[in-house]
T-cell receptor
Framework: SQQGEEDPQALSIQEGENATMNCSYKTSINNLQWYRQNSGRGLVHLIL?????REKHSGRLRVTLDTSKKSSSLLITASRAADTASYFC?????????FGKGTRLHILP | NAGVMQNPRHLVRRRGQEARLRCSPMKGHSHVYWYRQLPEEGLKFMVY????????ESGMPKERFSAEFPKEGPSILRIQQVVRGDSAAYFCASSPRRADMNTEAFFGQGTRLTVV
């Protein structure tokens, strides 16, 4: 399979806690991206990490990439209600961007 | 700079009719991707086009589906003789470079096709 597999499929946490989502894949990649989707709307790009990078930060987001284990993680610190959404990892390989099935994150008030 | 524009946002078709979904990429973007999403599922890659050319259509059903990205005008995803199983959200994304050149994709808000 060319797509990434997110884990867990669903996650509920209290507001203020940190949320961690993982993505595993099987093929070689050029880069790995994370996107957010709010309630069936269009996807919003969060962060791109290249295959030769190990960690990237953007605001409250931290992404790691371990190419030896073929896995990536997305950490959202100090979660907020507005972070409730589906999060997808996307593999960039050759000419395509392939999405996984996503993690549905629900932030509890 | 307007984002990726998809229209219509909602489309209802009877079985057997044709559905035409339009996507205007961001200004300066010559790479367009189409995806299909069923409820509570991820996006399934359908086709990748670069101006006037279909580069990769490995995710497109062999029959009834076609896509184009003409020199002038929006990209069109065309579904002929629609069936109930075609009901889904169809998303278009554009980018300024190929996916393997470390570029993000910018998404439209999608077209929700309902076949009745």
């Amino acid at each position: 399979s060319q797509q990434g597999e997110e884990d867990p499929q669903a996650l509920s946490i209290q507001e203020g806690e940190n949320a961690t989502m993982n993505c595993s894949y099987k093929t070689s990649i050029n880069n790995l991206q994370w996107y957010r989707q709010n309630s069936g709307r269009g996807l919003v790009h969060l962060i791109l990490i290249r295959s030769n990078e190990r960690e990237k930060h953007s605001g409250r987001l931290r992404v790691t990439l371990d190419t030896s284990k073929k896995s990536s993680s997305l950490l959202i610190t100090a979660s907020r209600a507005a972070d409730t959404a589906s999060y997808f990892c996307a593999l960039s390989r050759d000419d395509k961007i392939i999405f996984g099935k996503g993690t549905r994150l629900h932030i509890l008030p | 700079n307007a984002g990726v524009m998809q229209n219509p946002r909602h489309l209802v078709r009877r079985r057997g009719q044709e559905a035409r979904l339009r996507c205007s990429p961001m200004k300066g973007h010559s790479h367009v991707y189409w995806y299909r999403q069923l409820p509570e599922e991820g996006l399934k890659f359908m086709v990748y086009l670069q101006k006037e050319n279909i580069i990769d259509e490995s995710g497109m059903p062999k029959e009834r589906f076609s896509a184009e990205f003409p020199k002038e005008g929006p990209s069109i995803l065309r579904i002929q003789q629609v069936v109930r199983g075609d009901s889904a959200a169809y998303f278009c994304a554009s980018s300024p470079r190929r996916a393997d050149m470390n570029t993000e994709a910018f998404f439209g808000q999608g077209t929700r096709l309902t076949v009745v």
